[in-house]
């Protein structure tokens, strides 16, 4: 079957910087994507990888590692709108996105 | 910016009835889906739709959703008989290229909350 995992919910400072992980077993691969969904709207793209390695895009960076399965997204310089729930998706061989739980992340001041 | 625009926001309906859910992709994209969200759990896809026919659809999209593209503009999910199940977050989004070729990312609608009753 098909598996993405994330943690639940994470907790950080304003001003730090927080690391969400991503692992996923899926049937093929052609990419990951990171989206961020506040409570009860849209998902919003933030972040697209297909090649091993670290994409970084201003205080947001994406870093992928095909063989290991797994991709994290690092979040430096926290701000209090950062506050939402971080999701993982890969697009499998069908070019079906696949969706992670989410990471609900809490900042606090 | 251009954007996804979905209607209604909120649908409320009894439990076998059909509600058509509606989208307006972005203009010169050519790949559109839908996805449901039911409350707290994951997004879920349901089905992509390309060049006037589904490409491709998961387990979840059975007989009862059908999708359609009516005119140049509109992209709508139907259910046939709702059921109480159906209840979720409905999200549409579009693509610049077919999800096989140059990937792009997904541009989301704000999403139709239906509420089976």
């Known amino acids: 079957g098909q598996n993405i995992d994330q943690p639940t919910e994470m907790t950080a400072t304003e001003g730090a910087i927080v690391q969400i992980n991503c692992t996923y077993q899926?049937?093929?691969?052609?990419?990951l994507f990171w989206y961020q969904q506040h409570a009860g709207e849209a998902p919003t793209f933030l972040s697209y990888n297909v090649l091993d390695g670290l994409e970084e895009k201003g205080r947001f960076s994406s870093f992928l590692s095909r063989s290991k399965g797994y991709s994290y997204l690092l979040l430096k310089e926290l701000q209090m709108k950062d506050s939402a729930s971080y999701l993982c998706a890969v697009l499998d061989s069908n070019y079906q996105l696949i969706w992670g739980a989410g990471t609900k992340l809490i900042i606090k001041p | 910016e251009p954007e996804v625009t979905q209607t209604p926001s909120h649908q409320v309906t009894q439990m076998g009835q059909e509600v058509i859910l509606r989208c307006v992709p972005i203009s010169n994209h050519l790949y559109f889906y839908w996805y449901r969200q039911i409350l707290g759990q994951k997004v879920e896809f349901l089905v992509s739709f390309y060049n006037n026919e589904i490409s491709e659809k998961s387990e979840i999209f059975d007989d009862q959703f059908s999708v359609e593209r009516p005119d140049g503009s509109n992209f709508t999910l139907k259910i046939r008989s709702t059921k109480l199940e159906d209840s979720a977050m409905y999200f549409c989004a579009s693509s610049e290229t077919p999800a096989s070729g140059r990937v792009t990312e997904q541009y989301f609608g704000p999403g139709t909350r239906l509420t089976v009753t």
């Open positions: 899926t049937s093929g691969f052609n990419g």
